[in-house]
Each structure stands twice: as C-alpha cells, then as structure tokens.
C-alpha cells in the first residue's frame, strides 16, 4: 500500500502523541504574576530602514548542503541557540532541545545512520513523485556535510514533559513550537554569517534519539549542520516569490 503521508517519520504514524494519558496540573506552576512591560519604540523612518536592513539580510540566506571544516567558536553557537530558545511556545512549555554534535566519531556516526536510511528513503519510501520533484536540488543520500560541518544541531521535539510528581506534562502545539524556534535559529545563523541545511531526515529519528541518548519522550524534528560554506559551494540557482504573490492586503 501507498503511504499517503510519505513525509511524516514512521515512527510518528502511530496514535501515541494523541492517546498518551492526560496530566494533573502541575501545583507549582498554576500562579503566574503579571509585570510591567514595554519594548524598544523606533521612529517610522528607523522602523523602515532597520524592516529593509532584515530583509536585505534574510534574503540573502540560503540553504546550503557544501560546508568547509574551518572550525567555529561554540560560544556563537550557544548563543544562536539561546536566541531560539527565546521562541513562544505553547503554555510556555519550552519544549525544545538543541543537541550539539561536534566530536568527529559522533557526527560520523550520524552519517552513517542517515545515509542508510536516506538510502532506503530515496530508493523505496519517498516514491517517484517525490524523487522526482527533487530532481532540480540534486540531493541524494550521501551527506558529506555531517563529517565536514564543525556542528550538527540535532533539535528534539518534547512530545510532553516530565512534572515533579512524575506524572506527563502536556506540551501543547509542540511541533509548532519546536518549528519556530528552528526559524529563529536560521535568523541567529545567518546574522552571524554561518549556514545551514534545513534536514528532516525522515526515519531516523528513533536511531538518532537512541545514539545521542535521548528520553522516549523527545523526537528529532531537524538536523542542522552548521559552519561556514565550503568555498567552492554552489547553491541551486532559484528565485523567491514576490511580495505580491505571498501577501493580501484586505
Ligand atoms: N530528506 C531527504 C530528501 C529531501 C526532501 C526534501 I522535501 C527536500 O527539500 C530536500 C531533500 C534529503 O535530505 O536528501
């Protein structure tokens, strides 16, 4: 039979996220005070100028799968990675976990499990439609990034949590969550002039988890190698769309 969601990892397909046992509410986290708050007003035309300014930087991300070896400091990326854990989340839950792989071993290890799986992926489960569609990105199962890129950032989705009485916490809109926290990871990456390869290698997850030695209760959501391009790296050549055709002004 046909996998009518051939993206979604196997190991998500069963019902646990859904029927796992509702939680008591936590006592120790039921009352919250509220506190003053206000935020950095800039002037319209400063507002224009620093909208331009980002969008001139995002724009000039890209996804990029050619990475040089040239090292880089982990305090850049322990602070790409505070920046994304400033993410909103559902009833504050913070479900993410950024796992950093930077020894040579373990990241070749990683390899090893995604290229077996890709393997698989590319030959059997993806299916032709898919293969084909990406055709135009030249990708296939071999992954020289995960042995060259100085850092794999392996980002877990906390499906729930733990409480202090052991008992399941919900984690409400996790994927979600998890999601935008990885968005604002990409901005941190490319305002520090780093890239990135947004991975979601599809059936990996639980070899992952078991290799970096994860709970039951975290799924990888996204792989990032992180470094400095290679500097013979090329990019497909693609353009985005324009404002006109992603927004409706009613
Ligand atoms: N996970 C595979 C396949 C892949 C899927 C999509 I959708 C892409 O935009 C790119 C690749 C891989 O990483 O090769």
């Known amino acids: 039979i046909t996998n009518p969601r051939p993206w979604v ?39 224009l100028k620093r909208s331009k300014d980002f969008y001139m930087l995002m724009n000039q991300r890209r996804t990029v799968r050619f990475f040089s070896t040239e090292p880089v400091p982990l305090e850049v990326i322990d602070n790409v990675i505070h920046t994304a854990g400033t993410a909103p989340s559902g009833a504050h839950t913070e479900p993410w976990v950024f796992v950093v792989v930077s020894d040579a071993d373990l990241k070749h290890q990683v390899r090893l499990i995604i290229e077996e799986e890709e393997e698989l992926n590319y030959r059997q489960r993806m299916g032709d439609k898919w293969v084909q569609d990406l055709s135009k990105l030249k990708t296939n199962w071999i992954k020289d990034y995960l042995d060259d890129a100085p850092y794999l950032i392996l980002v877990f989705k906390q499906t729930y949590g733990i409480l202090s009485n052991n008992k399941k916490k919900t984690h409400y809109y996790n994927e979600i969550s998890v999601s935008i926290s990885c968005g604002i990871l990409l901005a941190a990456l490319q305002n520090v002039g780093l890239v990135t390869v947004t991975s979601t290698p599809l059936n990996c997850g639980p070899r992952l988890r078991l290799l970096l030695k994860r709970p039951v209760n975290e799924k990888l959501l996204m792989l990032l190698p992180v470094g400095y391009p290679a500097p013979d790296a090329t990019v497909p050549d693609l353009a985005r769309k324009p404002l006109d055709r992603i927004v409706v002004h009613l």
């Open 9 to 47: 990892d196997q190991d998500l397909q069963d019902s646990t996220e859904t029927t796992e046992k509702e939680d008591e509410v936590d006592s120790s986290e039921e009352h919250c005070q509220q506190v003053p708050f206000s935020t950095q007003r800039y002037s319209e035309e400063t507002m």
